[in-house]
Each structure stands twice: as C-alpha cells, then as structure tokens.
C-alpha cells in the first residue's frame, strides 16, 4: 500500500515538501514553534528546550546507527566533549554562545573521527564494547583535567551573547539577562528556545539531505552489506569513518546546548551510560533509519517526562518513586510495547495514518 501519491519524475521523488499539504503541514508547524515560548508557561519552555537538545542529539545518533548500522555505547562520551567545550571557551576565552556551539561540536567530530577507525574491522556488541570504553576515557580525561573541567566539583557554563568585557565576564554571561523585544520582555530560556530551534531544524534538515546523497546512500548500503556495498564501488571504510564524524559532531553540538540550557554542569551522573542507551531508545521508538524518526523519538522522549508525573500521582507503584525514575520507567514500557506492536516506532504509526487517508474512502 502506497504512503504517499504517485510521483512520475526524480524530481518529484527528491522534494522535500512534494504537494499541497506537505506545504500545509510546515506553515502550521512553523507558526506553533514560533508561538509557543509566548504562549507556554516557564516551565514548559524548559521541557521544549530540552526536545530540542534530544532531537540533534538523536539526529547524531540516526546517523551512526541508523543510515550506518554501527551500534555506539558511547555517544554521551560526544555530548559531554561538546559540552565542556562550551564551558571550558566560556569561562577561559570568554567566546559567545554563538561560537562555542559549533566549537563543541567540531572537537567532538575530531573525537569521533579518531575512533572512526576502530569501527573498520568491528561490528556489532564489539563495537558497542570499545565506544563503550571511549566513554570511560573521555571521563576520566574530563576528571585529571581539574585546572580546566574544576573535575567532579562541576562548571560555570556562562553564555555571552557578544565578546564581554572585564565586568560582563562575571556572572552567567550578558545573554542570560532579560531581552526587551517589541515591547515583549523575552527571558534566557525563551531566548534559548529560539535558538535551539533554529539548530534543531538545521539539524533535522541536514539529516534529511544526507539521507538521500550519496554519502548517505553510500552508509545505507554499508549497513545493509557491507560487502556487496564494497562489489557496487562504495568504500565501506570511508563511509564508517565519515558517519562517526558526522554524528559525533550533531552529538558535540547537542552537549553544547546541554550545557548552556543548564549553566551548570558535571561529568557524573550527567553523562553516563544511561544517557548513551536513552538515545539509542528514542530512535528505537522513533523508528530506526529515517530522521522523522529521531525528531518524533526525541519529542516524545521528553513528553514522556511530564505524563510520568501525572500517572505518578494516580498510580500507587509509581507514587513512591522519584520523577526520572517514573519517567524511565514510562520510557522503558513504551519502547518494549513499540518494539512489540509496531517494529517501526513511530514511523510505522505514521505510516498507518498516510496509508488511510491515501486509500480513504476504499479500505483495501
């Protein structure tokens, strides 16, 4: 059964947005992102910024495991190399948000890229073992580095919006103040969604773009048979290397703004292996090997936290625990129940509600 209507050119097949109601869909969800720090309290302000930090984050995980099939434990490894990068250049250099962003992803795409190698002759629960270790290095290089990281005690992530002066550098940084903006006092976190936005779609946008070149044709294949991708002329080696790169630095730009939505961060139990298995979670509950699937994983993800404490309250197994462990909890079922009823995550549900419209009225 079709998803979608006939299309009778590759043109038509490579538009991102093909017909009428595509175009509908991105005006209505353009005008309720842009509304939405307006119109929502402080508190759901929050919970956006932290959907937009899991939608790069999984976007850099959908690349690696999804497009390229190599299964990394070590993704938080990435987030927390791109989130003291942004703290570390903040406090000692004294560099805007601006920059340090895509500074902490850069440095952990070099990350990456070194262990890109290691994925040439590993697959699999192998693999997972030695990004598995990764984790553990960049850890224990964050903890002796105690002159730059302030080691398990934490660090200042300040946010400037401009090169600050002897006095601006005190503080949480000149972007953390209050903005008056048409006659609209916008505060940091409203500040932060904006921002945070705008990298999420860039982010979703180029996932989509790689998905249908020919690097990321080149990693399906690779995922697919690696040999036979090799028959066909792609360079598997290179295509591995490339993908670690690619998702390493979504992942360093993910801990960046991790970073700076909190202020304040450390390298236990922030970025843990819990943190690495929730991320492979949400483009298992997303669907694995497509972008909506990391966008419709990671906003669910984050939903799931305030309807853990509703239910929580109503619930009396849940009522006595805390709030992450509720919404671990709530995540746990609703994943081992996607992977039960519907294999394909979201994406299949999706794909169960395009295939009826298509064929509405005939249900055949």
Known sequence: MPTRALITSYREDLKLFPDFWHKVG?????????????????????????????????????????????????????????????????????????LAIPLGGLLAAAVGLAVGPFALRLRGLY?????????????????????????????????????PSADEARGFGTFANKTALFGYELDFQQKLYFVFAAIGVLAALASKNIQRSGTGRAMVSVRDHDLAAAILGVHPAKTKIVAFGISSFFAGVAGAMFGFQQQYITIEPTFDLRLSVMYIAIIVLGGIGTTFGAVAGAFLYVALVPLAEILGRNVPLLSSLSTSQQSMLLFAVAVCAVLVLEPFGMLGVWFRVKRYFVAWPFRY
Do not use: C, K
């Open 127 to 163: 693999l997972a073992i030695v990004t598995l270790g990764l984790m553990a290095l960049v850890n224990h290089t964050l903890f002796s580095l105690p002159e730059l990281t302030h080691g398990a005690s934490g660090i200042r992530v300040a946010a400037y919006g401009w090169f």
């Open 26 to 98: 991105l005006m209505v969800a353009l005008v309720s992102t842009l509304a939405f720090p307006f119109l929502a309290d402080a508190r759901w302000v929050t919970i956006a910024n932290g959907a937009w930090i899991a939608v790069v984050g999984a976007v850099g995980m959908m690349i690696l495991t999804g497009f390229a099939g190599q299964i990394s434990l070590g993704h938080a490894a990435f987030l927390a190399v791109g989130a003291y990068t942004a703290a570390v250049t903040a406090e000692q250099l004294h560099l805007p948000f601006w």
